[in-house]
């Protein structure tokens, strides 16, 4: 059975970082798109950012440009969301997620077929 199993979560001061990680289990993920999204109470599943299999190719939601990273190794099958520079507004659960068409609409929800658990970001002062 595929897993995908994140952590990394915590409760940060605004500008601390943090780094998420998410493991696959189950089978090989050759050939996919590995995506993050995130949810805030009340509010839709958003994108956060996605990464090719061949990691060469990152794309970001514009809210995170600049202060978020993602980063996988394939050896591992387990990919990261290093967050820098975290705000308020950046609070949410984060998921991760798995898409095996590899599809352009990389920043779409419902193209990814495979979805972690989910883990509680939370950033106050």
């Not at 199993?5 to 943090?18: C, D, F, N, R």
């Not at 920043?107 to 989910?118: L, T």
């Amino acid at each position: 059975q595929v897993q995908l199993i994140e952590s990394g979560g915590g409760s940060v001061q605004p500008g601390a970082s943090l780094r998420l990680s998410c493991v696959v289990s189950g089978r090989p993920f050759s050939g996919y798109t590995m995506g993050w999204f995130r949810q805030a109470p009340g509010k839709e599943r958003d994108f956060v950012g996605a990464i090719w299999w061949s990691g060469w190719r990152t794309y970001y939601a514009d809210s995170v440009k600049g202060r978020f990273a993602i980063s996988r190794d394939n050896a591992k099958n387990t990919w990261y969301l290093q967050m820098n520079s975290l705000k308020p507004d950046d609070t949410a659960v984060y998921y991760c997620a798995a898409d095996s068409t590899a599809s352009r609409n990389y920043y779409v929800a419902s193209e990814y077929d495979y979805w972690g658990q989910g883990t509680q970001v939370t950033v106050s002062s």
